[in-house]
């Protein structure tokens, strides 16, 4: 059984402090859905033809926080993490990735979009999307990680059995 060392968001408080606390809870389970595999489980694809891996997984996460945080709120200008192209299946590509280099790169996105999103104002500030070619709240931004860890948790029941959390 993976140890669970999550904090959980709080039943009650301020929205933005709720929101935060869930998007970190969401962060805190991809990490607990990888720990104690091999670089090699990490590369364990879902099903063929599939290419989605629990290392890709992380490595999408990584452009996630970056296109989401950076390129909406600071610099729609910064390259992706590993696709000049803003191309997310990029990250899919973990043939040569390892758990290191996969980790390094989404702490270090997270530590940028924590600042980003402790600089923006309101959860009501639009930062433009270039992606979408749109305007986007902060709100929506918080919101939409939560919807990567399904595919965690059926990724990690595949390599080994472990389930729930």
Not at 50 to 78: C, I, K, N, P, Q
Not at 88 to 115: I, K, N, P
Not at 127 to 144: A, F, I, N
């Amino acid at each position: 059984m993976i140890e669970d060392d999550r904090t959980g968001p709080p039943s009650f408080g301020p929205e933005r402090e709720t929101l935060r606390a869930f998007l970190d809870f969401h962060r805190a389970t991809l990490a607990m859905k990888c720990r104690g595999l091999t670089d090699e489980q990490l590369r364990e694809r879902s099903m063929p033809p599939s290419t989605l891996t629990l290392l890709g997984l992380v490595r999408h996460l990584a452009e996630v926080e970056r296109a989401w945080f950076r390129r909406t709120f600071e610099d729609h200008e910064v390259p992706m993490v590993w696709s000049e192209e803003v191309d997310f299946q990029a990250a899919y590509d973990v043939s040569g990735a390892t758990r290191s280099e996969a980790f390094a790169a989404w702490e270090a996105e997270v530590a940028h979009s924590r600042r980003v999103e402790a600089a923006v104002e309101s959860l009501d500030s639009a930062g433009y999307q270039p992606r979408w070619e749109e305007e986007v709240s902060l709100r929506m931004v918080m919101l939409d990680y939560a919807r990567h860890n399904g595919h965690a948790d059926f990724l990690r029941e595949g390599i080994d059995g472990e389930v729930g959390a």
